[in-house]
């Protein structure tokens, strides 16, 4: 297997307040990663760090081995990594295959192929091409902001939180969406503050603790390891 | 002291709280803790007056405040401290605690002009009463300096000294320990503890540092998808399993 | 019925003529204002700029307004590019308002260079009376009014397919919607910026034109207009370019008509108020919605 | 001996008119270095000021309704109020949202003061204007009264300069300063941001009125095109951005130095052959405007930037704090 995506003790944070503190992991191609970690850990810090968004102070991000560290956002997008925000991650007042369309601005090649692709694996988006999609439910906004990261057919998706904000019913649609991507063979590697369901179709996890890696193993053993709990909840340390 | 009825503030489709209602009695330091997105800054920001709530009740001292503006609810002695520290950075740590006391004759355009001595007499006070919160925060040397050069803690330590220039009933404590090196949070937590003794402030905060929620709150609160999950001391919350479902995200809690 | 054709002669036709001439210029200021967040008072300059250079070719050509319209345009565009460039690429980091008090420096900077190229006296654009068509025994309607609403129409529907058809339309949409999007989507996002200039000056410079066509060149045509313009722009929503079409048409038709005597027999608003229209409009509108009835966005 | 004399009441209509700017830019300090307001029709309450004292100091005319002949210091009040009134009236709705809208508003509101001056014949005399507007000491022999009315200005300048010190120094002007530094921050500190806004903008106003009033006098003569926005509005920024804004000492010598420039060039300009008279004078607004350009983008702090008050030397001594309590 090869690591599609690998942060080697990396360190960075927003002005002179650091975030990180020299944080590794990485995607194997194939793989759905989750981290999860209390409030603060840094999770979403860790992923604007891959996407270029976050001045790096250490360590390396490598992309197939290829050292991107430190690579603006939209040169990181043209070396195929998407990225999918927590929030404002749709163009509301374009229609869902307009959203579609520009996910892949930087294509120079016909993406109908692509998009045809994407319209079967989520039906309801092929229905609602025409539709502004700022009209959509919760769940399908995701959907749209998801498709328009796969415009691209990334080496690799990355999701900031795709449930925070839903209900449990969509959150149920977003983690059954996230795997059929995945079973499309694009990696993923996502932050979840849902802990168990990302766990159940994650195939490792990573748990974030102030800034550095606490536990690292597969989706079960995380679910099943008692000092996660304590964790989130303190009373372990201190 | 404070009472939340049937609360909800929903963003166009999004439910960010719902139907939350708790209460805080006066004397209390009171945690607010839960998963992200469970509502917690969202309701914190309703009870400031910076969002208006879609429906619901928010009770202080007997009357529904719900719907004031900020500057309305601090003047009924509600004062809140944000997250993300919001120094005014261009402007010296002696002025960012200044300028927080209410009704500073100074504040008129006209007493400036016609009636000087009652400006400087006030100023004179509003200083001591600055420079003794300083002393209190023990960042007196820090005086003159620009806000804007202060390192995170430090800033978190003005908010904490802009809260003590005031009349303040309650306060709102938005991650108090948030970015903070473990020392100084230890600290943060002593200042607050000694706030409620010496002063008798009633606190509510938001924290995820469990340590910290720990040692200063009882009650503490729990929070999830918007609405209050359970109640009870730290020890209680530890113990309930739906807590930690709802931090791990379990189905519907 | 004598009232009914005066009132189509002298305050619909008009209006209508007025509205779509506001709405072109409309276009490119709710453009600006959507994807680069400010409000860009050297607008109307460059609709006077527009007319100047179309006076000249046709003193060079000698050829009819409008087929000098699409040169006329051009040059504008790539002027509106330069300005950007040199006024206010240097301010894309910094604060909104600083791009605000440039573009009120750009505006005199640009009338007084016409000023000074092209000195004060009105001109024309083409001289001699011509005849109305007469419909109905009664409506009287000028050739050039129809020259004008036409192209105003077909101006708006090539603007609406390169926005709903072209890949740079939908990116100029996509970052009106969220400049931060655009930038992790790839969107090259200076790129839709020099073509935002490149829509908003050509159009501004068609508006000018047509409304020189219409009266004359003159050179505070553009400020005396600037307002109108604005005011439709808020009306039909901040970033919202049908709306902005809509808004042009409205506050265009709202001056001429508030000239009609509603009541009685004497004008409703006295015509040397016909420019205060749009301002009170544009405060109405201010007051009760400002998101603009297409539902822009508010600041 | 008489080209002396000349240059000296040249120098005299020279500060009274950099005086009277002064007082404009001044005005625009409190707005736009204090407050943060953008305020693109400057020239609308200038209008209005002047015209408030056109019509209550002259004498009766079937021209123009007025002819009060009343006292210049109570016109000069009138003046004020006058124009701090349609400022609250034009800030009740602009102010709650982003300056963009304020500065369009503005323009508009200009707009509609010149349409109302120019069409409101019967109140205003239109585009002809009002006349033999009394200037105070204007009875006194020739050099003594230029000087007692540029004296009168240079009172007004110092008073208005010494009042906004006063004010920027004070708690007044520490909110203000921090409503432009952080206002969530403000607000949250209980401050009630829109009235604090409300009162910069409203104060600049009535300078703005005071500053029509005395044009109104010097010219002794108003007509709507005073309103105009190239040496009402324009310069003033030009003014403010280059001498230094939120820098009242910066506002007046901005106002004093670009007004100099303006009318020596005029000069210049106007001595060229009569072809070449009209183009310069274009030309010379374009170089007006570049200059405004180019300190925006190299000095966007002017000649004199702002400078915060010093912190108030404390009672007890700094080096050695009382201890905690």
Redesign the interface.
């Known amino acids: 297997m090869s690591r599609v995506l690998e942060l080697d003790a990396v360190s960075g944070g927003y002005g002179d307040t650091e975030i990180l503190h020299g944080i590794n992991m990485h995607v194997e191609a194939g793989e759905i990663v989750v981290v999860i970690g209390p409030n603060g850990a840094g999770k979403s810090t860790a992923m604007k760090a891959v996407f270029g968004l976050l001045n790096l102070t250490a360590g390396s991000v490598r992309l197939d081995g290829v050292d991107i560290t430190n690579t603006p956002p939209s040169d990181v997008v043209k070396q195929g990594v998407c990225y999918v925000p927590q929030t404002n991650n749709i163009f509301a007042n374009l229609s869902v295959e307009e959203n579609l369309e520009m996910g892949a601005f930087v294509r120079n090649d016909d993406y109908r192929p692509q998009l045809e692709k994407i319209y079967q694996m989520f039906p309801p988006l092929r229905e609602k091409r025409q539709q502004a999609a700022g009209d959509l439910s919760g769940g399908q906004r995701q959907m749209v902001a998801m498709g328009k990261a796969l415009m691209l057919e990334p080496k690799i998706l990355l999701l900031d939180e795709p449930t925070a904000g839903l209900s449990p019913k969509y959150r149920g649609e977003i983690f059954s969406t996230v795997r059929t991507i995945n079973a499309a063979g694009v990696p993923i590697l996502m932050v979840e503050q849902n802990a168990k369901q990302a766990l159940g179709i994650a195939d490792r996890g990573y748990v974030l603790v102030d800034g550095s890696n606490s536990v690292m193993g597969t989706g079960q053993d995380l679910l099943n390891n008692p000092n996660v709990g304590e964790l989130f909840l303190g009373g372990g340390r201190a | 002291m404070l009472t939340v009825e049937n609360l909800c503030k929903h963003f166009g489709g999004l439910q960010a709280v719902h139907n939350c209602s708790f209460s805080i009695a006066e004397g209390t330091i009171t945690g607010l803790i839960g998963p992200n997105g469970a509502g917690k800054t969202t309701t914190f920001n309703m009870i400031a007056g910076e969002l208006t709530p879609t429906s619901g009740q928010i009770l202080f001292e007997g009357e529904n405040i719900a719907g004031l503006p900020t500057h309305e609810m601090f003047h009924r002695g509600i004062v809140r401290t944000f997250q993300i520290p919001h120094e005014l950075a261009q402007m010296t740590v002696l002025e960012n605690l200044m300028l927080v006391p209410p009704a500073q004759p100074g504040e008129r355009l006209w007493s400036n002009w016609f009636s000087r001595a009652t400006v400087n007499n006030r100023e004179k006070a509003v200083m001591e009463q600055a420079e003794d919160a300083l002393d209190f925060l023990s960042i007196y040397h820090l005086r003159d300096e620009l806000a804007g050069n202060l390192s995170g803690g430090q800033k978190k330590l003005l908010e904490l000294g802009r809260t003590m220039m005031t009349e303040a009933k309650l306060v709102l404590l938005d991650e108090p320990g948030a970015g903070v090196n473990p020392t100084l949070v230890l600290k943060i937590r002593d200042m607050i503890q000694r706030l409620k003794d010496e002063r008798g402030y009633t606190f509510c905060l938001i924290e995820h540092d469990m340590d910290m929620i720990g040692a200063l709150c009882d009650p503490v609160i729990v929070m999830a998808e918007g609405a209050v999950l359970m109640e009870g001391t730290m020890d209680d919350v530890r113990r309930d399993p739906r807590v930690l479902d709802a931090y791990l995200g379990g189905e519907a809690a | 019925m004598y009232a009914l054709y005066d009132f189509i002669n002298f305050h619909f036709i008009p209006g209508l003529v007025l509205g779509s001439i506001y709405a072109l210029g409309a276009i490119g200021v709710t453009l600006t ?1 959507g994807i680069l967040r ?2 860009n ?1 050297a607008h109307g300059e460059s609709m006077t700029l527009g007319a100047y250079i179309a006076w000249t070719l046709i003193t060079l050509t000698g050829w009819h307004p409008i087929a000098v319209l699409p040169l006329a345009m051009l040059i504008t565009a790539v002027v509106a590019v330069g300005i950007d460039r040199g ?1 206010y690429k ?2 894309r980091a910094a604060p ?3 791009l ?3 573009s ?3 505006m ?2 640009v ?3 016409i ?2 190229s092209w ?2 006296q009105l001109k024309s654009l083409q001289s001699g009376i011509q005849q109305p068509l007469i419909l109905f025994d009664a409506i009287r309607i000028s050739p050039k009014h129809v020259v004008i609403v036409g192209a105003a129409l077909a101006l708006m529907v090539i603007i609406h397919l390169i926005l709903s058809r072209t ?1 740079m339309g ?2 100029m ?2 970052m ?3 400049p ?9 996002t200076e790129q839709v910026i020099r073509n935002t200039w490149i829509i908003g000056g050509a159009l501004a410079a068609a508006a000018g034109v047509l409304l020189a066509y219409d009266t004359h060149v003159e050179t505070m045509m553009g ?1 005396q207009v ?2 109108p313009v ?2 439709a722009a ?1 009306l039909g929503g901040i970033g919202k370019p049908y709306g902005a079409m809509i808004g042009g048409l409205i506050i265009g038709l709202a001056e001429e008509l508030a000239t009609y005597p509603w009541i009685g027999d004497t004008p409703l608003v ?1 015509p ?2 016909k ?2 229209v ?2 009170v409009l ?2 109405g509108i ?2 009760w919605r ?1 998101s603009g009835i297409m539902r822009g966005r ?2 | 001996m008489d080209a002396l004399y000349g240059y000296s009441l040249y120098f005299v209509s020279l500060l009274t008119m950099g005086g009277i700017y002064a007082v404009l830019c001044l005005g625009l300090n409190v707005q736009w270095g204090f407050a943060g307001l953008f305020n693109a029709g400057i020239g609308g309450f200038f209008a209005i000021g002047a015209y408030a004292t056109a019509l209550l100091t002259t004498a009766p005319s079937a021209r123009h309704i007025g002819g009060f002949e009343i006292n210049t210091l109570v016109a000069y009040g009138v003046s004020m109020l006058a124009a701090g009134l349609v400022a609250w009236g034009v800030g009740k709705v602009c102010l709650r949202l982003r300056s963009d809208y304020l500065a369009i508003a503005t323009i508009g509101a200009a707009e509609v003061v010149r349409l109302i001056f120019k069409n409101e014949t019967d109140v205003t005399n239109g585009p002809r204007g009002v006349s033999a507007i009394p200037k105070p000491f204007e009875t006194l022999p020739e050099p003594w009264n230029h000087i007692a009315f540029l004296a009168i200005v240079l009172a007004a300048v110092a008073i208005a300069y010494w009042a906004l010190q006063i004010a920027q120094r004070s708690p007044w002007g520490r909110v203000m300063t921090a409503i432009r530094e952080n206002e969530p921050a403000v607000r949250a500190a209980g401050k009630d941001v829109e009235r604090f806004r409300m009162e910069g903008f409203v104060l600049g106003a009535m300078l703005m009125g005071l500053a029509g009033a005395f044009m109104s006098q010097y010219l002794k003569f108003v007509d709507p095109n005073l309103s105009d926005p190239l040496t009402a509005t324009f310069l003033v920024w030009v003014m403010l951005v280059v001498g230094g804004s939120a820098n009242n000492k910066g506002a007046v010598l901005g106002a004093v130095l670009i007004w100099t420039l303006w009318s020596a060039s005029e000069i210049v300009t106007g001595s060229l052959p009569d072809e070449w008279a009209v183009r310069t004078a274009y030309a010379r607004i374009f170089l007006i405007g570049l200059m405004l350009q180019i300190f925006l983008q190299k000095y966007p702090l002017g000649i004199f930037p702002e400078k915060r008050p010093r912190p108030p030397r404390s009672e007890r001594d700094a080096n050695a704090p009382v201890g905690s309590k």
């Open positions: 204002f400010f409000a008072f006024f240097p301010f909104t308002i600083m605000v008090i440039a009120f420096g750009m005199l900077m009338r007084s260079a000023q000074f000195g004060v890949k939908k990116a949409r996509a009106s919607d969220s931060e999007l655009a930038k992790l989507t790839g969107i090259d400020f600037l307002l604005f005011a808020i006295s040397g108020y420019a205060g749009a301002f544009m405060i201010l007051l400002p508010t600041f």
